[in-house]
C-alpha cells in the first residue's frame, strides 16, 4: 500500500542519504566549507524508521557572515540543513536562551561527516562556554517572559473563558516549567518527546510542576477546574522557587 508523507526507512539508508547530500553540499559550497555533521537522532543512533535528517553546513567567512536553511521533502523522507558560517554557529552554541535544554544538544555531539580542521571540538567548547549567569538570565526571562504571561491567561480564562483554550495553557505551563527545570541544573535534554519524562528525574523542582506535567502526559485535559487548580498550585511553587534560588519575578517597578 501506499503511504503519504515518511515512509519507513533503515537507519544505513538513512546514513547513505547523508553522505549523499554531503557530496552534493561539495559541489555547491566547494571550498567554503569547514565541516559537515548530522545532528538529532540519526547522530545519536536514535532514529526511528521514520525519522529524517538533520544536518550543518558549516562555512568559512571571507565574504561576511552567512546564516540559513535548506529543508525539503523528497517524498519519502525529510532533510533540513542549516548552512551557517562558522562565527555565527559558534554565537549560537554559546548563547544560552529559555530553550537550552532542547535546542543545544545538537552542539555536543554532531556526528562528523568532513571536519578536516576539528571545527566541531571548538563548537563544544563554545557550548560549554556559558556561565552560570547566563543560565540564571535566561531563567528570568522564562519566569516573566512565559510563566508570568501564562498565568495570567490563564486567570482571564478563568473570569471569561473559553475554557476551550485550558488544555494549551496547561501544556504551555509544562513545556516551559521543563525549560525552567532544564535551566536551573544546565541539563540538556535528550530530545523533543523526552522533555517531560526526563524534567521529572532532574532535581530541585518546583512545587507543583510535577502534578502539572503528569496531567499532561496523561492527557487528564478534560475538567476546566482541574487544570485551574493545577496550574495556580504550580504558579505557587514557581514563585516560592524563584524566591530560594534568588531568580527574580518582580525587579523595580519601572526597570528603565
Known amino acids: 500500500m501506499d503511504m503519504n508523507g515518511p515512509v519507513n526507512i533503515s537507519r544505513s539508508e538513512r546514513l547513505q ?35 529524517d535528517i ?4 558549516v562555512l568559512s567567512e571571507p565574504n561576511g557572515p552567512v546564516e540559513f536553511s535548506h529543508e525539503w521533502s523528497a517524498g519519502p523522507w525529510k532533510a533540513e540543513v542549516n548552512v551557517c558560517s562558522s562565527d555565527i554557529l559558534l554565537k549560537i552554541a554559546s548563547t544560552v536562551e529559555g530553550d ?15 571536519d578536516p580542521k576539528n571545527f566541531f571540538s571548538i563548537l563544544k567548547e563554545a557550548a560549554e562556554s556559558p556561565t552560570k549567569e547566563d543560565f540564571r538570565h535566561a531563567i528570568n526571562e522564562v ?6 504571561e501564562f498565568i495570567g491567561k490563564l486567570r482571564n480564562v478563568r473570569v471569561n473563558g473559553p475554557h476551550t ?21 544546565q541539563k540538556l535534554f535528550s530530545t523533543g518527546s523526552m522533555v517531560l519524562p526526563e524534567a521529572l528525574e532532574l532535581p530541585s523542582r518546583p512545587e507543583g510542576f510535577d502534578h502539572v506535567v503528569k496531567l499532561v502526559m496523561s492527557g487528564d485535559l478534560a475538567e476546566p477546574a482541574k487544570i485551574i487548580s493545577a496550574c495556580e498550585d504550580f ?3 514557581l514563585v516560592s522557587w524563584a524566591v530560594e534560588h534568588d531568580y527574580l519575578i518582580r525587579p523595580q517597578r519601572i526597570p528603565f
Open 17 to 51: 542519504t547523508c553522505h549523499e547530500i554531503a557530496a552534493r553540499l561539495h559541489e555547491v559550497y566547494r571550498d567554503k566549507i569547514l565541516a559537515i555533521g548530522i545532528y538529532g537522532s540519526v547522530a545519536k543512533g536514535t532514529d526511528g524508521p521514520f525519522s
Open 54 to 57: 538533520e544536518m550543518f553546513c
Open 100 to 114: 537550552w535544554p532542547l535546542t543545544h544538544e545538537p552542539f555536543f555531539s554532531p556526528l562528523r561527516l568532513y
Open 143 to 148: 519566569l516573566v517572559g512565559e510563566m508570568y
Open 165 to 185: 483554550y485550558l488544555p494549551y495553557l496547561v501544556m504551555q505551563f509544562a513545556q516551559y516549567g521543563a525549560m525552567l527545570v532544564g535551566l536551573h541544573n
Open 235 to 237: 504558579w505557587s511553587g
